[in-house]
């Protein structure tokens, strides 16, 4: 029987076909490298590898992006075609990717963990069902599914660094801020350049308001996550965000250009940080010239493709329309957003529940409608989890609902929201400029 590094049995495939599998895991867990570059010479050289379709289709479906939907069908194809002697793992891996392939992300989560349950050393499962809990707002199984596979791997285990990165940042979206940060230092001294437990840190320095920190933590390393790394625009937007604090827009800008949004995104990941990052800086007051129409053109031309995907993503194309008037592309945003809503997988609730309210509200907010934006905004940031994305990533929305019930006059209710960040983060800056804006508006109309 052949088994991967970890002794995860593989039905088929040869000896070649493997080690490109193992150079594509570790590509995938480290996000150095292109694993679906790998994995298509894994496949020329075994075009049966049942093992490397899925691979494919999984790695795939991690993007969140509906452009890669025909190539996952595609690969989960071949996966079935050569898989009449596929063993038990890879038929739940197979039903994972169906249930991606057709949008029904929970059920590919459950069954990934029953893979999990028999193979707690399959590290394509282990991480895709995290970063598949990531896009689900599922903080409790972004550690707890970690914490359930962990007693089975060790110094001896090939890609322990990176399982112990993905449970830190678990820790962290739960708030256990101390025992995160202790998780990704010890990632860390395995594998240096272990970009995620790096970004799990730079999470509790950004929750805790440690700028200077969180900015030492992040330039001292940069040698590590950045060189041709995949987290590397999400990575200098953490720094970026550090620098916002201070309020030092043109070093903010200056990472934006040369690090961030240099050119057209490769992604939507980055377009989303991109867009969140310019968002924030006009939340602060901050001349982004260009920047916000530059960024709204590329939403706009993705429009057709993706509106209507994954309603965080939706969620910052919104932004980028809003900042930049366009009411047109605002509307088939919100067309296309009614339409998944009505359908039946993972998004269709994410969208009713949590990206139609908010979408809305930052349309409001780009009309110069504040009491219209906050009304929409207030009643959902609570529950925004449920679209996925970060603690640090949804802090925009409640940057809006303040500044939104600044501009309405609502000063009560902005200081109200204001006294989280306040208090989670009682050094920092931008908060006690937020609350500086709030009083002298106050002022202004009595």
């Known amino acids: 029987?052949?088994?991967?590094?970890?002794?995860?049995?593989?039905?088929?495939?040869?000896?070649?076909?493997?080690?490109?599998?193992?150079?594509?895991?570790?590509?995938?867990?480290?996000?150095?490298?292109?694993?679906?570059?790998?994995?298509?010479?894994?496949?020329?050289?075994?075009?049966?590898?049942?093992?490397?379709?899925?691979?494919?289709?999984?790695?795939?479906?991690?993007?969140?992006?509906?452009?890669?939907?025909?190539?996952?069908?595609?690969?989960?194809?071949?996966?079935?075609?050569?898989?009449?002697?596929?063993?038990?793992?890879?038929?739940?891996?197979?039903?994972?990717?169906?249930?991606?392939?057709?949008?029904?992300?929970?059920?590919?989560?459950?069954?990934?963990?029953?893979?999990?349950?028999?193979?707690?050393?399959?590290?394509?499962?282990?991480?895709?069902?995290?970063?598949?809990?990531?896009?689900?707002?599922?903080?409790?199984?972004?550690?707890?599914?970690?914490?359930?596979?962990?007693?089975?791997?060790?110094?001896?285990?090939?890609?322990?660094?990176?399982?112990?990165?993905?449970?830190?940042?678990?820790?962290?979206?739960?708030?256990?801020?101390?025992?995160?940060?202790?998780?990704?230092?010890?990632?860390?001294?395995?594998?240096?350049?272990?970009?995620?437990?790096?970004?799990?840190?730079?999470?509790?320095?950004?929750?805790?308001?440690?700028?200077?920190?969180?900015?030492?933590?992040?330039?001292?390393?940069?040698?590590?996550?950045?060189?041709?790394?995949?987290?590397?625009?999400?990575?200098?937007?953490?720094?970026?965000?550090?620098?916002?604090?201070?309020?030092?827009?043109?070093?903010?800008l200056a990472v934006y250009d040369s690090a961030i949004h240099a050119g057209a995104a490769a992604t939507l990941l980055s377009l989303v940080d991109a867009t969140a990052l310019l968002w924030r800086l006009k939340l602060d007051g901050a001349d982004v010239g260009r920047r916000f129409a530059e960024v709204a053109d590329e939403w706009d031309a993705k429009l057709d493709g993706e509106g209507g995907f994954y309603a965080f993503n939706d969620l910052h194309a919104a932004l980028a329309f809003a900042a930049t008037g366009r009411d047109a592309a605002m509307a088939k945003l919100v067309s296309r957003m009614q339409q998944a809503a009505e359908s039946r997988d993972a998004n269709a609730a994410m969208t009713r529940d949590v990206g139609l309210p908010l979408v809305r509200g930052v349309a409001a907010y780009g009309r110069g409608r504040y009491d219209e934006a906050v009304d929409a905004i207030a009643p959902v940031r609570d529950i925004a989890h449920r679209f996925g994305g970060s603690h640090a990533q949804r802090d925009v929305l409640s940057l809006t609902l303040i500044d939104a019930a600044r501009r309405a006059g609502r000063s009560s209710l902005a200081k109200h929201v204001l006294a989280e960040r306040l208090v989670a983060k009682p050094e920092a800056q931008w908060g006690r400029r937020i609350l500086a804006r709030i009083d002298e508006k106050a002022t202004a109309t009595h």
């Open 1 to 252: 029987m052949k088994h991967d590094d970890r002794g995860i049995p593989v039905s088929s495939g040869s000896a070649e076909a493997i080690a490109l599998y193992e150079t594509a895991i570790g590509q995938l867990q480290s996000y150095v490298g292109d694993p679906i570059a790998t994995i298509d010479r894994a496949l020329v050289a075994s075009p049966n590898f049942v093992a490397g379709h899925l691979f494919k289709a999984l790695a795939l479906a991690t993007f969140s992006e509906r452009q890669f939907a025909p190539a996952i069908a595609d690969a989960l194809a071949l996966a079935r075609k050569h898989g009449t002697k596929a063993n038990a793992r890879e038929r739940g891996l197979t039903a994972a990717a169906q249930h991606l392939s057709s949008g029904t992300w929970n059920d590919a989560c459950v069954a990934l963990d029953a893979v999990l349950v028999d193979h707690p050393r399959d590290a394509l499962a282990l991480q895709v069902a995290h970063l598949m809990d990531f896009y689900r707002g599922d903080a409790l199984n972004l550690r707890n599914r970690v914490a359930r596979v962990l007693p089975h791997w060790g110094h001896e285990v090939a890609g322990y660094s990176y399982v112990l990165g993905m449970y830190a940042f678990g820790l962290e979206e739960c708030n256990q801020y101390e025992e995160a940060e202790e998780t990704a230092r010890a990632a860390l001294a395995i594998q240096r350049r272990d970009s995620w437990a790096v970004h799990a840190a730079a999470h509790v320095m950004e929750m805790q308001g440690r700028i200077d920190e969180g900015i030492a933590w992040l330039t001292s390393r940069e040698r590590d996550w950045a060189p041709d790394n995949g987290l590397a625009v999400h990575n200098y937007w953490h720094l970026a965000l550090f620098h916002l604090d201070r309020g030092d827009h043109a070093r903010v």
